[in-house]
Nanobody, 126 residues
Framework: QMRLVQSGGGLVQAGGSLTLSCSVS??????????VAWFRQTPGKEREFVVG????????RYGGSARGRFRISRDNDKNVVNLEMNDLRPEDTAAYYC?????????????????WGQGTLVTVSS
């Protein structure tokens, strides 16, 4: 079974930047077959789709909150997906989760994803 391990996150001031990484334990051939996405969640709310990238990396899909400020990338040789977050705002404060898709294509719903990372907290101070 594939496993996702997240790193990065922490505390940053508004306007600052952070990069989250998601390392996937899978063969390179397998990893490239699946989309990867990032979701985020705050207490009492449902998980929100942030951004996703297709298996090859050729297609990306951004949620409204991320568009223009966040950038997702993947390295299929290293089985890593990165989320670069710029111009962070206090409302970006949340637990962020990377997740491996059930298919090659990017979906925006949590049910499109099968395996989840452990989550990492991002806190943006005003």
């Amino acid at each position: 079974q594939m496993r996702l391990v997240q790193s990065g996150g922490g505390l940053v001031q508004a306007g600052g930047s952070l990069t989250l990484s998601c390392s996937v334990s899978a063969s390179e051939r397998t990893f490239a077959n699946f989309a990867v996405a990032w979701f985020r969640q705050t207490p009492g709310k449902e998980r929100e789709f942030v951004v996703g990238i297709s298996g090859s990396g050729g297609a990306t899909r951004y949620g409204g909150s991320a568009r223009g400020r966040f950038r997702i990338s993947r390295d299929n040789d290293k089985n890593v997906v990165n989320l670069e977050m710029n111009d962070l705002r206090p409302e970006d404060t949340a637990a962020y989760y990377c997740t491996l898709g059930r298919t090659y294509a990017v979906g925006a719903l949590s049910e499109h994803y099968a395996t989840w990372g452990q989550g990492t907290l991002v806190t943006v101070s005003s």
